[in-house]
């Protein structure tokens, strides 16, 4: 007699029998859905869709529109990807992952293309879509599959092996085409429907699909110069020196030669906002106030404060200004469609106070300037400000490049800038580090170390921040005058000592188990780096403790 189990689905109960796949529960709930399932929680743990069940289960289907199923369905695109190159230009054609670019991925190859080239890849893997072929799940023997790496020149994918010290690794199958990636992945490629490509040059293209945040289209592309070129900078800086991926960096450390990496790369960081100190300098006759702004975790305050050093260093006397204390009265604060109120609206700010004390402190008035009391939820006035012949004003926040503020100033006079930590270290050729990973590992060590978060608290916040950068921040990163990257080549290693005793605490019952479990999987291929050789003026003390400026 065959055992049957009860699963949960969408709270309503089923019975099946015991052994059955995910793929065959699916089968029985077809109702129309706006993109496919990719992957399932069950019993909150993700699975892909070929687990069988053998107890009695709860189980959540996830599409693209769940951070999880995203990523699968990119990953899937990926190894898509990779077998359509080698089906149309052959086995020796390689092509890198390099990092994100306006909502896709930035693709290199080692061979030219052409926008028509470009063309015939998008058919080819759309048809390998069609064809529903399977993406099939195996297990081997690490040291075969370092083998297998070496063999067809993969020799990074090769590297990343020896620092995993498992007897058995987990690779996929699509045709002949063998990987490995660090999501679980869609079970068949017609399960990986939408996506895009975009022509840059003869040797790149952008790889585009829906993101949690845009997940009803597929975004047009718009070409980001500042970020291209920052990218483009320190990828051509970490290929100088031979660290371009987690392999390169675990060589460095193992020799003992880590500090002067550090030296080297601080020296870098330094240098180049020095150089934007002089771009502000040679036009302090125009220039009046510098705006910046940049993501959640960028290191704003550190980067903030080192360049008022530098424009000190040339005469000038720099005052800074937040714009959070020119919230408006918590009772007028809007409110989310939670309830909630919404301090990272616009409309949370009093523009109309903080247009008129900007345009009086240029025009030489002494003005009384607020101070937010978020514990009594308004604003106090108990400083004055008024601007000499050498002061200019450093302004920090959320929506300090937003067109709609200061639209009273001529845009000659400010100075915009744009910071974010963009990790141009890479896993392998085809796995990448997103800066978002990067952000959130440096937010968790700071949460708990300044404010004693749990974890759980961190990544629960997570998604809303993340939400209120892609409306408030993201869209007015080309207003930029300068663009600062605030990622040091180094930091995994050092946020990996920090960071992933702090993930172990997240308990197994935790709705962000699995997210703790990725990020612990992800800086296993790290190997740790100390930090008594990071300098007190690095944007990492900013997270990790010991920074000149804040302790």
């Keep these: ?295 959640s975790s960028s290191g704003k305050t550190t980067t903030s404060r080192k360049l008022c050093m530098y424009l000190k260093s040339f005469g000038l006397n720099p005052k800074t200004i937040g714009m959070d204390d020119y919230f408006v009265d918590k009772e007028h604060t809007p409110k989310d469609e939670n309830g909630n109120y919404d301090f990272e609206c616009l409309e949370a700010v009093d523009l109309k106070l903080f247009d008129k004390q900007m345009q009086q402190l240029l025009n030489g008035d002494k003005v009384k300037i607020p101070t937010y009391n978020f514990g009594l939820g308004k604003k106090e006035y108990h400083n004055e400000m008024k601007l000499e012949s050498n002061d200019i004003l450093i302004i920090e926040g959320i929506h300090a490049l937003d067109t709609k503020i200061l639209t009273n100033i001529p845009r000659e006079k400010k100075f915009k800038i744009y910071i974010c930590p963009l990790t141009e270290l890479n896993l392998d050729s085809h796995n990448r580090i997103p800066t978002t990973d990067n952000r959130l590992l440096r937010r968790i060590v700071r949460d708990n170390r300044t404010r004693d978060y749990p974890v759980d608290s961190t990544l629960k916040q997570w998604a809303s921040v993340r939400e209120g950068e892609e409306k408030y921040i993201f869209p007015y990163q080309d207003e930029s005058d300068a663009t600062i990257n605030s990622a040091a080549i180094y930091e995994i290693g050092v946020l990996k000592t920090y960071v992933e005793p702090l993930l172990y605490s997240v308990d197994s019952t935790s709705p962000y188990y699995e997210e703790a479990k990725r990020l612990i999987n992800s800086l296993r291929l790290f190997l740790p780096i100390p930090s008594e050789s990071i300098p007190e003026d690095a944007v990492i003390r900013e997270f990790i403790g010991g920074s000149y400026f804040h302790e």
């Design 1 to 295: 007699m065959i055992e049957s189990i009860q699963v949960t689905i969408d709270k309503k109960k089923y019975k099946y029998s015991k052994g059955i796949t995910l793929e065959e529960i699916l089968m029985d709930h077809k109702e129309e859905r706006k993109h496919p399932i990719i992957l399932a929680k069950v019993n909150n743990r993700l699975k892909e869709l070929s687990e069988k069940i053998m107890e009695e289960s709860e189980i959540e289907f996830l599409d693209l529109t769940s951070a999880e199923g995203n990523r699968s369905h990119i990953n899937g695109l990926i190894i898509i990807m990779l077998y359509a190159v080698y089906t149309l230009f052959g086995k020796k054609a390689k092509i890198k992952v390099e990092h994100s670019l306006d909502k896709g991925l930035y693709i290199k190859t080692e061979f030219k293309i052409t926008d028509e080239k470009i063309e015939k890849l998008k058919f080819v893997m759309k048809e390998i879509v069609n064809k529903d072929l399977p993406i099939a799940k195996l297990t081997i023997d690490r040291l075969e599959a370092i083998n297998y790496f070496e063999g067809i020149g993969e020799d990074t994918k090769s590297g990343v092996l020896k620092y995993n010290t498992d007897n058995y690794i987990t690779i996929y199958r699509l045709g002949n085409i063998y990987d490995y990636f660090y999501s679980l992945m869609p079970t068949s490629t017609g399960r990986v429907k939408e996506f895009d490509l975009t022509y840059i040059d003869e040797n790149s293209f952008v790889l585009r699909f829906p993101t949690i945040y845009i997940h009803e289209k597929i975004k047009k592309y718009q070409h980001h110069p500042h970020m291209y070129e920052v990218f483009k900078e320190y990828k051509e800086w970490a290929s100088l020196i031979g660290v371009k991926s987690s392999v390169d960096l675990n060589r460095v450390v193992s020799t003992g030669k880590i500090s002067d990496l550090i030296k080297m790369d601080e020296t870098l960081q330094s240098n180049r906002l020095l150089n934007v100190a002089k771009d502000i300098f040679a036009k302090k006759n125009k220039v009046k106030i510098v705006l910046m702004a940049g993501p």
